[in-house]
């Protein structure tokens, strides 16, 4: 039975089109991946028929044969709260700061009249989407998470309240290799477990053609082909598809060919980082521990592992961004300072890229 379905779909901002004459149906229980470059449509085609944009929406969004275009702002939260849960790309952004999880948790559970949880009715929500530890993780603030355990709390969130259908926007993109086939392998079987339907937007090809039923190719605002996702990956019809799936990155290609490496630029020894543990809990978590690493002019450096193993909080640490318990940071053969004393000239030379533009860039100041 069609339990989503999108007939000629136009979505536009400030008198732009963003989404031209899009249609699409996902069924209970099955689901569908809308993939495509960024700007091509996809969000936007996910969250404006819900009233979560500022776009205008015409033509047909039925959701278990209601129409939602057109539909008062009142009945669309009533939709988003009951019969849809939400998989937003920046867990971070997505996440209320100040509360935590166990708070946030709870009020997903409930907004949609269900009674109020227990503690280890919570506690099992977190465990049965992966998290560790989880009585520990209701207590936690956002922000002592890392980005794999904020989405999976988001993801505990947006099933909480047993909806129909279930809307992840690029749910893996911040999360490394193992956690996303983790994360896309828990989709589905939520969906398989509780019949929900599934509207995926995923960059992540491979993992669509494991774990996806149906792919969309979205190009310029339309979709340029649709159909079973073996048949679509496998044998693409248009010329589009062929070369998005062309772009795809291998690991079984050959190596890029490097520049040649100059003098050592950045050498850390002995690097050490641990945190507090949160609430009553005594002692420190270790979340990096005597690490030794070295880059020089020219060269780059992947420091790779799993979500939560220690990746950004070392590269924070030698910024001087993060805080830093043991260890010497030296730049072009120099002590940095400690990160209280670090001047602009000194910071001159690093240049952090974060991982939430959203979160990284000012929202009252324009880009030029």
Same mark, same amino acid.
């Given at each position: 039975?069609? $339990?989503?379905?999108?007939?000629?779909?136009?979505?536009?901002?400030?008198?732009?089109?963003?989404?031209?004459?899009? &249609?699409?149906?996902?069924?209970?229980? /099955?689901?569908?991946?809308?993939?495509?470059?960024?700007?091509?449509?996809? &969000?936007?085609?996910?969250?404006?028929?819900?009233? @979560?944009?500022?776009?205008?929406?015409q033509g047909s969004f039925r959701l278990d044969g209601e129409?939602?275009?057109?539909?008062? #702002?009142?009945?669309?939260?009533?939709? !988003?709260?009951?019969?849809?849960?939400?998989?937003?790309?920046?867990?971070?952004?997505? $996440?209320?700061?100040?509360?935590?999880?166990?708070? +946030?948790?709870? #009020?997903?559970?409930? +907004?949609?009249?269900? =009674?109020?949880?227990?503690?280890?009715?919570?506690?099992?929500?977190?465990? !049965?989407?992966?998290?560790?530890?989880?009585?520990?993780?209701?207590?936690?603030?956002?922000?002592?998470?890392?980005?794999? +355990?904020? +989405?999976?709390?988001?993801?505990?969130?947006?099933?909480?309240? /047993?909806?129909?259908?279930?809307?992840?926007?690029?749910?893996?993109?911040?999360?490394?290799?193992?956690?996303?086939? #983790?994360?896309?392998?828990?989709?589905?079987?939520?969906?398989? #477990?509780?019949?929900?339907?599934?509207? $995926?937007?995923?960059?992540?090809?491979?993992?669509?053609?494991?774990?996806? *039923?149906?792919?969309?190719?979205?190009?310029?605002?339309?979709?340029?082909?649709?159909?079973?996702?073996?048949?679509?990956?496998? *044998?693409?019809?248009?010329?589009?598809?062929?070369?998005?799936?062309?772009? %795809?990155? !291998? @690991?079984?290609?050959? =190596?890029?060919?490097?520049?040649?490496?100059?003098?050592?630029?950045?050498?850390?020894?002995?690097?050490?980082?641990?945190?507090?543990?949160?609430?009553?809990?005594?002692?420190?978590?270790?979340?990096?521990?005597?690490?030794?690493?070295?880059?020089?002019?020219?060269?780059?450096?992947?420091?790779?592992?799993?979500?939560? %193993?220690?990746?950004?909080?070392?590269?924070?640490?030698?910024? !001087?961004?993060?805080?830093?318990?043991?260890?010497?940071?030296?730049?072009?053969?120099?002590?940095?300072?400690?990160?209280?004393?670090?001047? =602009?000239?000194?910071?001159?030379?690093?240049?952090?890229?974060?991982?939430?533009?959203?979160? %990284?860039?000012?929202? $009252?100041?324009?880009?030029?």
């Amino acid at each position: 039975m069609t $339990l989503l379905a999108a007939d000629n779909l136009d979505i536009r901002i400030g008198g732009r089109r963003i989404v031209e004459g899009a &249609s699409f149906a996902i069924a209970a229980g /099955r689901s569908l991946a809308l993939v495509g470059a960024s700007g091509s449509g996809k &969000s936007q085609t996910c969250l404006a028929p819900f009233g @979560l944009s500022p776009a205008t929406v015409q033509g047909s969004f039925r959701l278990d044969g209601e129409e939602l275009v057109g539909a008062r #702002e009142a009945r669309l939260r009533h939709v !988003r709260g009951g019969d849809v849960g939400f998989v937003f790309q920046q867990p971070l952004t997505a $996440l209320t700061p100040h509360l935590t999880i166990g708070a +946030q948790l709870r #009020e997903a559970w409930t +907004q949609a009249g269900a =009674p109020r949880p227990s503690r280890a009715e919570m506690a099992a929500a977190l465990e !049965r989407v992966g998290l560790h530890d989880p009585r520990e993780r209701l207590d936690q603030y956002p922000h002592r998470l890392s980005g794999g +355990q904020r +989405q999976r709390a988001l993801i505990a969130m947006a099933i909480a309240h /047993r909806p129909k259908l279930l809307v992840a926007d690029e749910p893996t993109t911040a999360l490394d290799a193992m956690l996303r086939a #983790e994360i896309m392998a828990l989709l589905g079987r939520l969906c398989d #477990e509780e019949g929900m339907a599934l509207l $995926l937007v995923s960059h992540d090809l491979a993992a669509v053609a494991d774990h996806a *039923d149906a792919v969309a190719v979205m190009h310029a605002g339309r979709i340029v082909e649709t159909g079973p996702t073996r048949a679509v990956l496998g *044998d693409p019809k248009s010329d589009y598809a062929r070369a998005l799936i062309a772009a %795809s990155p !291998r @690991l079984d290609g050959p =190596p890029p060919a490097l520049g040649p490496v100059g003098a050592p630029l950045v050498e850390a020894r002995q690097v050490s980082v641990s945190f507090a543990r949160p609430g009553w809990r005594r002692g420190r978590l270790q979340a990096v521990d005597a690490v030794d690493i070295d880059v020089a002019e020219g060269e780059a450096v992947a420091i790779v592992g799993g979500s939560g %193993s220690g990746k950004s909080t070392l590269a924070r640490a030698i910024a !001087r961004l993060g805080p830093i318990d043991a260890g010497e940071v030296r730049w072009r053969g120099a002590p940095l300072p400690p990160r209280k004393a670090m001047r =602009p000239r000194d910071r001159a030379g690093l240049q952090p890229v974060f991982q939430d533009p959203v979160a %990284s860039l000012d929202p $009252l100041w324009k880009g030029r």
